[in-house]
């Protein structure tokens, strides 16, 4: 039996690239799945909730957290995931997109903590992972802002593991370097990009989101850095 078969994992941002693939592979894993997004649907996972759910607005991140243990009666597993980005220096930065990358990324993702710990603290095992960035470790240039929300997505989660390690919760952040999906199209990046060729897939970060959630109880995996071999931002 896989470790997570059977546990119930809620993931937002599930609706394309990073967050789909981590659906699949944790419904091929066993996991019985909660999937938000703001276009919504299950993608097409047998037994899976699809729901709308904009992080933005914590009345839709409640109302997805209460279908999800209303479906499956508890919750293990949340893949904070839910992010937008756009690049650029920081003055010629649409202020809408500046409002957005804080709204998602920060406040979207303190809004998923709030309605789904109280649920985690409840499982006999869970698990907290959040997609976050190498943004939020390096700070690299023309990310001013993607990489302030990404940094606070970082420190939060180092803060709150100090929190939650004795209750049982394990809090693990991902932090990878360019992922080849919509990610940031038409913000920062181009579709015909030649960058995008070297970039990982997103099949790539959702096994990483399965190894932090299938570790023994006896460890956890606080952070992980994932690059391209073509990425050389931690040299
Ligand atoms: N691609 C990269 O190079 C890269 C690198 C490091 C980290 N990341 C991070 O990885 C995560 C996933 O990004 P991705 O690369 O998979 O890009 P993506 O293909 O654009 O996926 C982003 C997902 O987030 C959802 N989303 C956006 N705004 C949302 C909101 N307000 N409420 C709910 N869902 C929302 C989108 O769905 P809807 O449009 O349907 O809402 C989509 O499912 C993000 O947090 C991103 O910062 C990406």
Redesign the pocket.
């Known amino acids: 039996m896989s470790a997570v078969e059977g546990r119930v994992a809620l993931v937002?941002?599930?609706?394309?690239?990073?967050?789909?693939a981590t659906a699949h592979a944790l419904a091929a894993a066993g996991a019985r799945l909660a999937l938000?997004?703001?276009?919504?649907g299950d993608l097409g996972i047998e037994g899976a909730l699809g729901q709308v759910?904009?992080?933005?607005d914590p009345g839709q991140v409640d109302a997805l957290t209460a279908a999800a243990v209303d479906r499956f009666g508890a919750l293990d597993i949340v893949v904070a995931?839910?992010?937008?980005?756009a690049y650029g220096d920081f003055l010629s930065l649409d202020p809408e997109h500046l409002e957005e990358m804080i709204?998602?990324?920060v406040k979207?993702l303190l809004y998923t903590v709030r309605a789904t710990l109280p649920h985690l603290l409840k499982s006999e095992g869970a698990d907290l992972v959040v997609?976050?960035?190498?943004?939020g470790q390096r700070g690299p240039e023309g990310e001013a802002v993607y990489a302030a929300s990404?940094f606070a997505q970082v420190g939060f989660m180092r803060s709150l593991d100090h929190e939650l390690y004795r209750q049982g919760v394990r809090c693990s952040t991902i932090?990878?370097?360019?992922?080849?999906?919509?990610?940031?199209m038409g913000r920062g990046r181009s579709p015909g990009d030649p960058d995008l060729a070297e970039?990982m897939r997103?099949q790539e970060?959702a096994d990483a989101v399965v190894h932090c959630v299938t570790r023994p109880r006896t460890h956890r995996v606080l952070e992980a850095t994932i690059l391209p071999m073509s990425d050389d931002s931690m040299n």
């Open positions: 937002t941002g599930a609706s394309s690239g990073i967050g789909s938000g997004s703001r276009r919504g759910c904009d992080v933005r995931n839910a992010g937008v980005g709204d998602t990324n979207g997609v976050a960035s190498i943004a990404k932090a990878p370097g360019g992922v080849h999906t919509e990610f940031a970039m997103p970060i």
